[in-house]
């Protein structure tokens, strides 16, 4: 669907998102909190991805299991 891919480019061309690399770093903190929150992989990798970018960051999710992670800031859409 056309519309629907020119709706993700926008939304991945505004200027408040930040695309992070995954490292080493970030798969451990996954592991920990896959380990101690129960999130799924996906989700372990995203909230970790957040949490290693330096300063505040507000989280969008519709899954309210994320607002379980210590330090992420949670806003459900």
Same mark, same amino acid.
């Given at each position: 669907?056309? +519309?629907?891919? *020119? !709706?993700? !480019? %926008?939304?991945?061309?505004?200027? @408040? &998102? ?10 451990? $903190? +996954?592991? &920990?909190?896959?380990? !101690?929150? @129960? &999130?799924? $992989?996906? *989700? ?5 991805? +957040? &949490?290693?970018?330096? %300063? =505040?960051?507000?989280?969008? $999710? @519709? *899954? !309210?299991?994320?607002?379980?992670? =210590? @330090? ?6």
């Amino acid at each position: 669907n056309t +519309a629907h891919i *020119d !709706r993700y !480019r %926008g939304f991945f061309a505004s200027t @408040g &998102l930040q695309i992070v690399e995954i490292s080493a770093s970030v798969i451990e $903190t +996954a592991t &920990l909190l896959r380990a !101690r929150h @129960g &999130l799924r $992989t996906p *989700d372990a990798i995203q909230a970790a991805s +957040a &949490l290693s970018i330096k %300063g =505040p960051v507000t989280f969008l $999710t @519709g *899954d !309210r299991k994320f607002r379980q992670v =210590p @330090g992420l800031i949670v806003r459900l859409v």
